[in-house]
């Protein structure tokens, strides 16, 4: 039980938050709390729930925007956020926190007339506008300067315009006329409608799509006015299968460029935030939908702004190294946004590679960028400073390729035309031979012996030649002033280095020559290079810097070269891998990185399914599924699922088939996991194997005994297997799990903790609370608690559904969520568009609480019916309207769920404090006596038989006398209402139970 001093020192601890900027939850947590490790456990907890807790991959805290927003509001409408306010200065603060505060009590210079000052004057620096912007977005409507926030905004956007367009400016951009023309050809056909189809941009790293992508932003910007939206998915948190984080994106970027016309997207941007941490699996699934109310608000936006859009999609390999269905997926998302109001749009997308070539469809012109051409390549030469003889000669030589002739210039800038090879070779040959030819031109002797080998490192300074370099190539001893004077030399050769962004005391080999000669260097000198390696990682390893904890990383990769051993990547590091730095490892490094970094494998990326035959290991797969479940992606594990079971051969006992059936639960196919699951019993019914299992796959395993052969699960063997499971990845909170019928009896077994203080509440333990006599109990409160929270986002009044009505814990239910990631399947689309009519007409009924309608939740309506607390009734009547077996299965767990939760006992081992509900749960004796509290009992009854399907109450009725005749005959003869429900309840859907039982009275007579 909470202990009852909780709740005002949370309140406290939250207040703390939504008063700072990233804060220490140390700090966060009252002294009265740490008085009491539980209580400070319980405070810690909650504070955790509402916060993000590793921004910036750092060690502080940073509350949710929703959650900061409600806790200012309510103290605003309180006038309690004055003294909040002053409470929190008395306490140590950095600069953004002050910034917050100074936005809320409208002080100088987030004062509104300062802050309109500070946007509108031209020398005000980008420091300060970003401050303004970040401060106003954390305080909120309730700052007096918050309705300056989206020009700020859009000056900031303009600094980072200014900026990209200065820099391409400084590249300048030359040749390509006849890609170019194809292209402003293209811009003539904007997209109006779906399909989409991009414009698609090929060729190798330094080729020039960068250049040639910014060289078509400004023609669009320039000639039709068009707003940029940019999506690099080489970048963190770019993911196709966070619909809801892809729209947000786009979103904030319209914010930032159109001003006045995007003002209501910022409140519908804060809406959509709000399915940010969640309960595990709930969440990701709902993220993975499209969230409709932000995307109409987009299509308003651009069409308020009356300009035409243009979508950059970058780096589009690591999309595809994601996954094979990915870019597909993310062409049905534009295609839904085009629907809602993006458009007219075009899009160009770029990547190494045919990145579209699954679906050729979606790609227009595809432009593929080789050598540069004659014009262009002299073009490029133009200003130089080389003699037009000179030019000729690096001409002939180069064959277009731009490393070739950036490095031929040079060398004949300094040594003449006698130094080129004397005739035109492969280029990756040529770039050698002028690279070696350099740097065999250093002057400085101990420069030349460091500076090829020095490629090795991914990062270079002054401290790491004379540290690492110098003491490896035979210089040891080298002092501290030869080092800095080495280390000046090497950093003016511009053509062979470049600064390090991310600290000037460093430089990096430019990428270009580093994807050509690394492989050189490495092949020549491996014993050599793994010295300089393994000394690197333990340079790198001594600095606490992040940069630094990457290098150290790589190098501990580069090793796998000579060493067997498997280093341990942390997920963090892996994810900043980007695709150059990914191609310089080796292959087996390559393959740690996908895997730590959550991506795809090369394993099942054949061409057509039925001509795949992968041969990837027990192992292999195990891990591309497990990976793939983790991360909620359905559509590719399908793919991928699909491609095993081509390719034949799977031993029912094996990993490889334990790790399909996990994916197939997961995913939603119950029929396909009880057929499985039969086929391996048929060898072997022993569980023995369960402890030699990954934990994600022996917690799969035992929810499925615990749904199919409940028989199976004896207290002995449930703590045995617990013990196992215990420290798998999300066991603590994964849904059904915890919540399902493997919850109820670990719950019931006294083997599973109570949460009381959870975000997703904890039903099971309510119910067993509740209906052992216990209502008095805190976690009946907050789940409770939970669920009208939930109910009044849908626009349920306070006391709309009374306090303890059990339909308020159906509503927490954890089956909606697997019924969610079946409905993602492309062959079970169709889910979809059943949920979508049964959400509407069910909260259009007020849930069967009450006549007082209730919004649908238009963007996920499988989620949205569980949310009414009515998911098991529509899974139930789905199921045998429609014939879907995996529903059916799904169905019948979540009606006992259903049925214990309200009062009636459904499962093995019922608790000795249970007391029953009667002979009918509770939830379905509530809506019979409803219905028998109406003016025309039958005609309601046959209203809410209609609210289940389009086909409308009197079909269902014919189709229910026609399929039960015997039961409603036997119903009728049962003088008892609840009785007879009972009998009907024991045959039929759950949701037709209590029109049935209206119905049958009528027919009997007895209705009144």
Known sequence: MMPDAAPPLVAQAKRFAALSAIFDPVDAVPEAARESAELASVVASALAVASDTNPRQGTGWLIRMAERRYILDDLYAHGALDAAIAERRALAMDQPAHDLLDALSARAPFEAEGVRAAIEHPDTPQEMIERIVTALDR??????????????????????????????RARGFVGRARETAELRDWLQSPVTAPPSRAALLTGCPGIGKSALLDAMTQVAVADYGALVIRLDFDRAGLDVL?????????????????????????????????????????????????????????????AKANRPVLLILDTMEVLRARGETHPAMLFDWIDRLVTRGLQPLWIMAAGRGDVL???????????????????????????????????????????????????????????GT?????????????????YRFLLSRINDPDLRRLAHPGMIARRLSADFLREVLAPELGLAGMSEARAEALFAILASEHWLVERDPGDPAFVRHRGDMRALLLPMLYADQPVQCARIDAAAVRWFGRRGDDASQFDAAYHRLQLLRRRPARPMIGADIARRFDPATITELPPQAQKLVAQAAGRRSEHFRGGDTAGAAPSASDADAT?????????????????????????????????????IRTYHWRAGRWSTVRRLLAERDQFSEAEGDLTALPPQIALARLEMRAEFMPERLTADWL????????????????MPARMGALGVRLTAAGLLARQPWSRAGDPVAAALALWSGDAQDAVVDSTFGVARDRLRARGASAEMAGWNNPQLLA??????????????????????AIAHLADSRLSEAGALLDNRPL???????????????????????????????????????????????????????????????????????????????????????????????????????TRIERRFATSLRAAAQVADTRARAALLARRMPAAFVPAATILTLSQAGDAS
């Open 719 to 734: 703590r045995m297997a617990l013990s196992h499971v215990g420290g798998a990845p999300q066991s603590l909170t994964d």
């Open 418 to 434: 006698a130094a080129l090879p004397q005739a035109q070779l492969t280029g990756d040959v040529t770039a050698g031979f002028l």
């Open 357 to 415: 070539d699954r679906i050729p469809d979606r790609r227009g012109p595809h432009i593929p960028l080789e050598g540069l051409d004659g014009a262009a390549a002299a073009s490029l030469l133009k200003d130089s400073g080389l003699t037009e003889a000179a030019q000729a000669a690096v001409l002939a030589i180069a064959g277009g390729n731009p490393l070739v002739l950036r490095l031929a210039a040079k060398v004949v800038a300094a040594h």
């Open 855 to 957: 919004l649908a939740l238009a963007s996920d309506p499988v989620t949205g019916i569980g949310e009414l607390g009515l998911f098991a009734e529509w899974a139930g009547a789905a199921a045998w309207l429609t014939g879907d077996r995996d529903l059916a299965e799904i169905g019948r767990a979540a009606e006992r769920w259903r049925r214990t939760v309200a009062g009636q006992w459904s499962y093995a081992g019922r608790p000795a404090t249970w007391r029953e509900a009667g002979p009918l749960d509770a939830v379905l004796t509530r809506r019979i006596e409803a219905l028998l509290g109406e003016y025309d009992p039958p005609g309601a009854a046959m209203a809410q038989l209609g609210l289940w399907s389009a086909e409308g109450g009197e079909a269902i009725w």
């Open 623 to 659: 891990h591309e599924l497990l990976r793939l479940i983790e991360a909620n992606d359905w559509v590719e594990g399908a793919f991928v699922v699909d491609q095993i079971e081509q390719a034949g051969g799977i031993d029912p006992r094996s990993l490889q088939a334990d790790a």
């Open 242 to 302: 966070d619909q809801t984080g892809l729209t947000m994106e786009v979103a904030r970027q319209l914010v930032d460029r159109i001003g006045d016309a995007a003002t209501s997207l910022l409140d519908a941007r804060l809406e959509a935030a709000k399915s940010e941490g969640g309960p595990s699996g709930t969440t990701r699934s709902l993220r993975s939908d499209l969230p409709g109310a932000l995307a109409d608000s987009i299509g308003m936006a651009v």
């Open 811 to 832: 509503a927490l239910t954890p089956y909606a969520a697997v019924a969610l990631n079946l409905s993602r399947r492309p062959d079970r689309q169709e889910l979809a």
């Open 139 to 168: 305080a909120g409507p309730i700052a007096a300067a918050h309705p300056h926030i989206v020009a700020a905004r859009l000056r900031l956007a303009q600094f980072g315009d200014s900026a990209r367009w200065a820099a391409v």
